[in-house]
């Protein structure tokens, strides 16, 4: 029986895994031989081929194919072949020149006929995949096919171009705040909380009644929008008096308007930046807005694929750049300026100002209207009502928000009691051929026979907008809301409108239609206001993202956002400016 014996074991030196490479056996074969990348799904066609100058041979066995046509490797799956990109140890360049010929990889001279064809069959055989059948545009042509030979073809002019597009901050952030919470978009969309029936505390303002008969308008007997001078007012929460009387008896822990609350509520929603300025005294939260903020101005086409676009702003540290082109009247800002003017005067034109039916007054009167002001108010009543954020009984924490209505429908019951109150908004068509429309149809030829395409355009572009009129209804406890359609009597003229339609529906209804959440939305304001309790006095700014999904909690000094920070800055400017 032959004898078995062990074969002599070298344990590593210093304890690692493996052999060490100071004790390699003597009869160790593979020791100079380079290690060349490898994949087990690369299929071996044969060991070495000499005669491949890219030094890696495995493409042609691994499922790659030659295009005929343009001469390019492909690959069936389109991925990558592993280790192609490396250097090969066992390349071999080939550099007998005799050997070289000139191959002509061109396509073909085009058949006759085939560069201007007529009739049915002018796509055939140049389509790329997926994009076989005629394509219609918004207006009712065929768009011709230019992505030919690639897969999809082209989606749209210049998408390479749209990712880079950046927008600027509402707010510029001081390098000395500090950054207390970043929370996600996809955080905020979980949230859940239900909230009861509010309570009505006061309510002030005058109403009108609503103008009937801007139901009755279509396309075909369009009304000029007029310009109405009324006084409205935006106050902030701090600057209200009306609040600042129910913190000092301590109604309750937080305090806002609807305008910020519903910003707040439709987060997930928005797209373009905007800024909560949060103030904390004692035990208490206010919740304000900046002057000239994003609050004072309505988006347009905010969540459209391409939305408008502001003009680049100049690079100062480049002399030699190209200068930015003049602002147009559809650029980003321009249609904000025009959706609010449309938006106040449409609100002004469609009530009844004299009687019948008559004006209703509220229990108190307008609380900004000063004794010195000469011009007459516009239609609008105040509620300040308490939503109760508490999870449980023994909790206390409640909110309350300014809200506002802008008038009453006649014969719905008694608007001092709630009933008939009624929110008017408009929506904006600037030119469904310029950029940032969205692919809205012509309201014009629509309207009338395809309102619910217009419907639908309109909420897929303008979700947000929507959602924060809607939310807004909601909280000010108005049974409906009046939407007009405001387009332009001339495409290139923003100074000009006429209104084209006007919509009635119920808020909750629209609310469920949009796929709008107001248990997200209260489960958010809990989560900030939870937050905001959780600091020490002082203010704060919550700040949306301009190009990411998400919102950030600062801290920020006493003085920031108002008019002491701006007189200290204008020091400093002229003391270095005489230094």
């Given at each position: ?60 066995a691994s499922g790659s194919t030659v295009n005929p046509r343009t001469g390019t490797r492909g690959r069936r ?250 602002s147009s009247i559809n650029t980003a800002t321009s249609l904000s300026l025009e959706a609010t003017y449309i ?237």
């Amino acid at each position: 029986m032959a004898s078995f014996s062990l074969p002599q074991i070298h344990d590593n030196p210093d304890g690692s895994w493996g052999p060490s490479s100071s004790n390699l056996p003597e009869t160790f074969k593979f020791k100079d031989i380079p290690y060349a990348p490898y994949s087990k799904s690369d299929k071996l066609g044969r060991f070495a081929d000499w005669n491949d100058i890219s030094g890696d041979n495995r493409q042609a066995a691994s499922g790659s194919t030659v295009n005929p046509r343009t001469g390019t490797r492909g690959r069936r799956d389109g991925a990558q072949i592993f280790g192609s990109g490396l250097p090969s140890a066992f390349s071999f360049q080939v550099e007998d020149e005799s050997s070289f010929s000139l191959v002509d990889n061109k396509t073909g001279a085009p058949r006759r006929g085939s560069a201007f064809t007529r009739g049915r069959g002018a796509n055939r055989g140049t389509g790329s995949y997926g994009s076989r059948a005629p394509q219609r545009n918004t207006r009712g042509g065929f768009t011709p096919n230019r992505g030919t030979g690639q897969r999809g073809g082209r989606k749209g002019w210049r998408d390479w171009e749209k990712n880079n597009r950046t927008r600027e901050s509402s707010v510029a952030i001081d390098p000395s705040w500090q950054m207390l919470e970043e929370i996600e978009f996809h955080r905020l969309a979980k949230l859940r909380l239900e909230v009861d029936e509010p309570e009505e505390l006061e309510s002030y303002g005058r109403l009108y009644g609503y103008n009937k008969a801007y139901d009755r308008i279509t396309t075909k007997t369009e009304r000029p929008l007029q310009t109405v001078d009324r006084i409205k007012y935006n106050t902030t929460t701090s600057d209200d008096p009306i609040i600042q009387q129910l913190a000092s008896k301590g109604t309750a822990a937080i305090y806002a308007t609807d305008v910020i609350l519903s910003v707040l509520m439709c987060a997930p929603r928005s797209v373009y930046p905007w800024d909560i300025v949060i103030v904390r005294e004692g035990d208490k939260v206010f919740f304000d807005k900046r002057d000239g903020g994003p609050f004072d101005t309505v988006t347009v086409n905010e969540n459209a694929g391409d939305p408008p676009q502001d003009p680049t702003a100049p690079n100062p540290s480049n002399p030699n750049e190209k200068a930015p082109e003049p602002s147009s009247i559809n650029t980003a800002t321009s249609l904000s300026l025009e959706a609010t003017y449309i938006n106040q005067n449409f609100g002004f034109q469609s009530v009844v100002e004299t009687p019948p039916p008559p004006a209703i007054d509220f229990d108190k009167p307008n609380p900004f209207y000063g004794p010195d002001e000469t011009e007459p108010l516009a239609s609008c009543g105040y509620r300040y009502r308490v939503f109760d954020l508490g999870i449980s009984d023994d909790e206390d924490i409640k909110i309350c928000v300014r809200t506002e209505v802008d008038a009453y429908l006649p014969g719905q019951g008694n608007p001092l009691h709630g009933q008939g109150l009624t929110t008017i908004r408009a929506l904006n068509e600037f030119d469904p051929r310029a950029p940032g429309a969205g692919g809205a149809p012509d309201w014009r030829s629509k309207l009338d026979s395809q309102r619910g395409a217009v419907v639908a355009t309109e909420m897929k572009n303008n979700s947000c907008k929507l959602a924060k009129w809607t939310v807004q209804s909601i909280l000010a406890g108005a049974e409906q809301m009046k939407i007009g359609y405001v387009s332009r009597a001339n495409p290139r003229d923003n100074t000009r409108h006429v209104i084209l339609s006007t919509a009635s529906m119920r808020p909750m209804d629209f609310a469920a239609q949009l796929n709008v959440s107001l248990a997200n939305g209260w489960g958010i304001v809990r989560t900030v206001a939870d937050l905001c309790l959780k600091m020490a006095e002082g203010k704060y700014v919550l700040v949306k993202d301009p190009n990411k999904p998400v919102i950030r909690l600062y801290a920020v000094p006493f003085s920031a956002f108002t008019g002491e920070e701006e007189e200290e800055e204008g020091a400093v400017s002229e003391e270095e400016a005489e230094s």
